[in-house]
């Protein structure tokens, strides 16, 4: 049984362009069918493209969000900077934080627990990134990864409402290359009990990212612990992100 309550998140990065919105309206007609009508889509295109996004996407089911934001809650002189404010009056209800394309340029657990906490003033709903790279998994570290990242980018988090994980092992992502079911399977448990532990009841969905394509969408969908979807490559071609949709929700 494949879960039909699906989150299906598209992370755009550094592409698209206006023309584009007219490709991603075929979905809605998809989610519009009873068959997919729990499950939620949300795009995430460049800063630039949300505002138009949102604007197109209004009177649908589709939602819009950010890939970043500056932690700074007010507005101020941070050149160049977009921060939850901005964002949300552009239209976007999303925003995600903590992708390890950022973290690798130097976002810091403190600095993304920062992000965290403005997003959650703006009610932002936010998808936080974790995951391992290859050389921690290889040395084993994955749990205690997870475990850090996820306690010191929650710190002194009260609020769960809005916030989702996001599970993307550095080493899946862009690669082609997915985890093993059980080696998926071990590591969303390990980070619903992480969850547990931050939160007693624990109702925050978990999302995997990492090459998922619409040949290995049914498969991972199957792993009862994955609610959701993080799609970045092929999200930015409308007919495999369709296709992911469909083969998820069978
Ligand atoms: P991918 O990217 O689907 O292209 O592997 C996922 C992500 O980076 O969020």
Redesign the pocket.
Known sequence: MTNNNMIF?A?W?MNGNFSDISKAKILNKLIKQRKFKRNKVVYCPPYTLIKSFSDNFKKTNISVGAQNCHHQSEYGAKTGSINCKLIKSSGAKYV?IG???NRIDGETDNLLNKKIQSAIKENLNIIF?IGETLNQKKKKQTSKILKNQLFNGLRNIKNFKNISI?Y?PVW?????IVPKKSELERNMKLIKTYLKKLKRNNSIKVLY?????PDNASELSKIKEIEGF??????LNAKKFVDIIKKSSI
């Open positions: 998140v992370n990065k995600i992708h390890s394309e990134c996001a993307e899946a992502i862009g690669t082609g990212g990492g090459s998922v394509k993080l799609i970045g490559g092929a999200s």
